[in-house]
Structures are given as C-alpha cells and as structure tokens.
C-alpha cells in the first residue's frame, strides 16, 4: 500500500524530479539486450523473468515506428539523414516506455500488471484537493524513469535542440506562447494551486529543428495506461481549465504548432 503524502512533500519530491532529470546527461550506449543502465541487476532479473512468462512487452518495430513518425512530421525525415534513422529514434523512445513500464511493475507487484481495481485505488489527495488514485502515482514513477531515458536517446540521435518537461504559458485567444525558466516554474509549485500555474502546459518532450524553442517539429507524451488493456490517450481539459474542452494534443499543436504523438509501452506511437 503506497503511503499518503502531504502536498509540501510532494512538491519537494516533484521539484527534486525535475532537477535529476536536468541533471542526468551521461552516456547514452544501451546495452545488447536493450536494458537501460537505469535499471539494476535485480530489476533486470525480474523483467526478463517476467518476459519469459508472458507479461513481457513485445518491443515496436523499426518500420512501424518510422512510418507514423514519418507520417505525422515529414520533416524528421529531411532532418535525421541516415537512413532508418527515424525508425531508431521512434524504437528506442518506446523502448524507454517499455522498460520503465517493467521496472516500476517489477518493484511494485512483482512483475505482473496490475488490475483494473488496483489501478483505480485512491491513495491521496493531492495540494489542490484532487484525488489521486495508484494510476496516477505509478505513472509518475514510469515517467520519470522514461525520461530519464528519453533524454540519453535524443542526446545521442537527435541533431537539434530538444526540451524535457519544459513549462509554457499559452493563451489560446492570443495565440501567445511564452516559455517559464525552472526558477519560475519552482516558485509556483510552492504558490500551489493559482492561476498562473493554471494557464500552462508542460510536455514531454519537445523536439526543435532550430533555436526558437517556442516552436515544434514534434511533441511527444509518454503515457502508461492502468491497467495496460486500457489504450492510451490524450486528457481532454475538463471545465475548470483554462482549456476546458480541448485534448492535451491539440493544445500542444496550438500552441508549439507542430505535431504530437503519444508513446506508451503496448501501442508504441500513435497520434
């Protein structure tokens, strides 16, 4: 049973997340089996285990993950020369779904999925009054790990600049767009839940062909469906949001005007 938190804790441990994944810029070589070097040899075990009695995850392939990236933005063909370039790039995001998927089963329920019921468990109510159930609190944790990863791959294959869970501000009506530096961003996390944190957006991962960082040539969203045979999908802003009736991805096109994509363990990449 996972144990409540308060919500001064939680913006420490969401402030802290953010920083080790600022931080984390080592080596991006994987090893032949595709396990991550975050992963440690007992995890390891337990995924492979795991694997071999049929809760493994079947990785994307090449091809498919090149034709819907290829698809959706063109351009990251012009822009990743190499041949199957794409394709790798597509592969290995999901592949960083995929083993942040097993790891944080692993830890948590010994491998396997877990159910439906346990997936909707309501574990803590969070600084903003919101219930937040074990769905929510396990995708945290395979988010972090994802992007931790994301980070090494696009380091090492993607050939222009690139932001992770960069904070923006967007106003719709305006069509204005306006990045928030991680000292801004720290300090309205401590404010809790006002209107200025109400008005932003904050991605994945932004991939930029150029230096203007307040545009996309792709956005991408890591999701973790709970229980898995659930398919992912985009949240749709509910009425007490400044974007009440639109998607996370339309937004995101709006505002970065590029395209965005999900990548989730099963389904790999789709729009």
């Not at 394709?87 to 998927?101: I, N, P, T, Y």
């Not at 404010?191 to 932003?200: H, P, S």
Request: hydrophobic share 40%.
């Amino acid at each position: 049973m996972l144990a409540p938190w308060n919500p001064q804790l939680k913006r420490a441990l969401l402030l802290l997340a953010t920083a080790s994944l600022m931080a984390c810029a080592g080596d991006a070589h994987h090893a032949a089996s595709k396990e991550l070097r975050f992963v440690d040899t007992d995890t390891a075990a337990r995924m492979r285990h795991a694997a071999a009695v049929g809760r493994g995850l079947a990785p994307a392939s090449t091809r498919a993950a090149s034709a819907t990236l290829v698809g959706i933005a063109p351009v990251l063909a012009t822009l990743l020369k190499r041949d199957n370039a794409v394709g790798e790039l597509g592969e290995q995001l999901v592949e960083c779904a995929r083993q942040a998927e097993l790891r944080v089963n692993a830890e948590f329920f010994g491998g396997r999925a877990p159910t439906r019921s346990e997936c909707g468990e309501e574990v803590e109510v969070d600084g903003c009054g919101e219930v937040v159930t074990r769905a929510m609190m396990l995708g945290q944790r395979k988010h972090l790990l994802a992007l931790q990863c994301a980070r090494e791959v696009l380091e090492r294959l993607w050939p222009a600049p690139f932001s992770i869970e960069q904070r923006y501000r967007f106003y719709p009506h305006a069509r204005f767009l306006e990045s928030i530096s991680r000292s801004e961003e720290a300090r309205l996390l401590a404010q809790g839940c006002t209107k200025e944190l109400w008005r932003t957006i904050k991605p994945d991962v932004v991939l930029h062909s150029d230096p203007d960082l307040l545009r996309s040539v792709l956005t991408l969203d890591f999701k973790f469906p709970c229980p898995d045979s659930n398919a992912p999908r985009w949240t749709r802003y509910g009425d007490k949001s400044a974007y009440a009736g639109y998607s996370q991805g339309q937004i995101y096109k709006d505002a970065l005007q590029g395209e965005a994509v999900l990548v989730s363990p099963l389904r790999g990449i789709t729009p």
